[in-house]
């Protein structure tokens, strides 16, 4: 991996440059983070040692572009097209591109661009929901081969799934954000995304935790050394098929505290066994409807990505298939938003235990009432 800055300086345009890492290390050395200036590094995919060879070599594999600025910046315009002209030159080397500018796009390509070039990377940022909503259709829309979306700073809950679901996002990473004056990022929201990730068999990465992270409720202030590894031990990144979500450290939750918590849910109330439910429980005995809810959640959960996740338990049939929306365990997303199990891996024996147990004490419970 490589960094290319080709120029220096920004312009602010969202609210995911508040707190900018350029401006504020610029400050620190009484810079002015604002004026944008080429750098002695503008040539550099192009530039060679003493021995002829190039500094920027073919093991470097990807190189980050404008890490400093941007590069489809309005102040760049002049000196764009000769990026283009090494980028096209060095096929040997794949160019990250990221941006907060993706709607210049368009009017920033080379005459040759085509439906994009293969070594080149475009990773569009999307801060909140407001700037997904607007970047992500502009983004899908243009001539790109090679799409990644980054969220970071990540400032709030974002749903981009009907994005997902088109197939031309090839990653997705998120993580808070660093510095003094650092937002808080939720794990919640990091959760909600890869869970849709999963639900698209699209690569997830957790990159990092920022300065201000909350979790479960409690927020933590963490050292700057820590905000990459600790996203890194969560285990959070996916890779479809790869198994990677084994690695991710949980508990289940008390069962007295979970029946609790789903008593307060409007949604999950409305869920309740009929008479008809109650006299098929009492004809088959509840061994036999314990051996049904085995294998519903061996046959409909088990699996990494189970196929409809969020549709395949039907809302009714079966107590089983009531017991199953009523305790949030219809599917891998509410399992883990209610019970910790993280989507992404196939469920244990001692998961799958723990299911078929949390939906017979909710079905005894209904033959109580």
């Given at each position: 991996?490589?960094?290319?800055?080709?120029?220096?300086?920004?312009?602010?345009?969202?609210?995911?440059?508040?707190?900018?890492?350029?401006?504020?290390?610029?400050?620190?050395?009484?810079?002015?983070?604002?004026?944008?200036?080429?750098?002695?590094?503008?040539?550099?995919?192009?530039?060679?040692?003493?021995?002829?060879?190039?500094?920027?070599?073919?093991?470097?594999?990807?190189?980050?572009?404008?890490?400093?600025?941007?590069?489809?910046?309005?102040?760049?315009?002049?000196?764009?097209?000769?990026?283009?002209?090494?980028?096209?030159?060095?096929?040997?080397?794949?160019?990250?591109?990221?941006?907060?500018?993706?709607?210049?796009?368009?009017?920033?390509?080379?005459?040759?661009?085509?439906?994009?070039?293969?070594?080149?990377?475009?990773?569009?940022?999307?801060?909140?929901?407001?700037?997904?909503?607007?970047?992500?259709?502009?983004?899908?829309?243009?001539?790109?081969?090679?799409?990644?979306?980054?969220?970071?700073?990540?400032?709030?809950?974002?749903?981009?799934?009907?994005?997902?679901?088109?197939?031309?996002?090839?990653?997705?990473?998120?993580?808070?954000?660093?510095?003094?004056?650092?937002?808080?990022?939720?794990?919640?929201?990091?959760?909600?995304?890869?869970?849709?990730?999963?639900?698209?068999?699209?690569?997830?990465?957790?990159?990092?935790?920022?300065?201000?992270?909350?979790?479960?409720?409690?927020?933590?202030?963490?050292?700057?050394?820590?905000?990459?590894?600790q996203a890194k031990k969560s285990g959070y990144s996916y890779i479809p098929n790869m198994g990677m979500a084994d690695a991710i450290k949980y508990k289940l939750p008390d069962r007295g505290a979970l029946f609790a918590r789903l008593s307060r849910s409007d949604f999950r109330n409305r869920f309740h066994l009929s008479a008809k439910d109650k006299a098929y429980v009492t004809e088959k005995g509840m061994e036999t409807i314990r051996s049904h809810a085995r294998d519903f959640v061996?046959?409909?959960?088990?699996?990494?990505?189970?196929?409809?996740?969020?549709?395949?338990?039907?809302?009714?049939?079966?107590?089983?298939?009531?017991?199953?929306?009523?305790?949030?365990?219809?599917?891998?997303?509410?399992?883990?938003?209610?019970?910790?199990?993280?989507?992404?891996?196939?469920?244990?024996?001692?998961?799958?235990?723990?299911?078929?147990?949390?939906?017979?004490?909710?079905?005894?419970?209904?033959?109580?009432?």
């Amino acid at each position: 991996m490589a960094i290319w800055n080709p120029w220096h300086g920004c312009h602010k345009i969202s609210a995911g440059c508040a707190n900018c890492y350029v401006y504020r290390r610029d400050e620190s050395i009484g810079k002015d983070a604002s004026v944008v200036a080429k750098t002695g590094d503008y040539d550099l995919p192009l530039k060679k040692n003493r021995q002829g060879e190039y500094k920027l070599s073919a093991e470097d594999g990807i190189v980050f572009a404008c890490m400093t600025s941007d590069f489809f910046l309005e102040d760049a315009d002049e000196w764009r097209q000769g990026c283009w002209d090494m980028i096209r030159r060095r096929q040997d080397l794949h160019f990250h591109i990221i941006t907060k500018r993706i709607d210049r796009f368009a009017q920033c390509i080379p005459s040759d661009w085509g439906d994009g070039w293969d070594n080149v990377t475009l990773c569009c940022t999307c801060e909140n929901q407001d700037r997904t909503d607007y970047r992500l259709p502009i983004f899908l829309s243009l001539p790109i081969k090679h799409r990644e979306v980054i969220c970071e700073p990540m400032l709030g809950e974002i749903n981009m799934e009907k994005h997902l679901s088109t197939g031309l996002i090839e990653h997705v990473s998120c993580g808070g954000e660093s510095g003094e004056n650092a937002r808080p990022c939720d794990l919640r929201w990091i959760q909600e995304v890869r869970r849709e990730c999963i639900r698209c068999a699209v690569p997830f990465t957790f990159r990092q935790t920022g300065a201000v992270f909350i979790k479960d409720g409690r927020t933590y202030h963490l050292d700057r050394k820590l905000h990459i590894s600790q996203a890194k031990k969560s285990g959070y990144s996916y890779i479809p098929n790869m198994g990677m979500a084994d690695a991710i450290k949980y508990k289940l939750p008390d069962r007295g505290a979970l029946f609790a918590r789903l008593s307060r849910s409007d949604f999950r109330n409305r869920f309740h066994l009929s008479a008809k439910d109650k006299a098929y429980v009492t004809e088959k005995g509840m061994e036999t409807i314990r051996s049904h809810a085995r294998d519903f959640v061996e046959k409909r959960l088990s699996a990494e990505n189970p196929e409809n996740d969020g549709k395949q338990t039907p809302m009714k049939g079966h107590p089983v298939f009531i017991a199953q929306h009523a305790a949030a365990c219809c599917c891998r997303s509410c399992l883990e938003k209610w019970h910790n199990i993280p989507s992404g891996k196939v469920l244990t024996e001692g998961e799958r235990s723990y299911i078929v147990d949390v939906l017979m004490e909710w079905i005894e419970r209904e033959m109580h009432l």
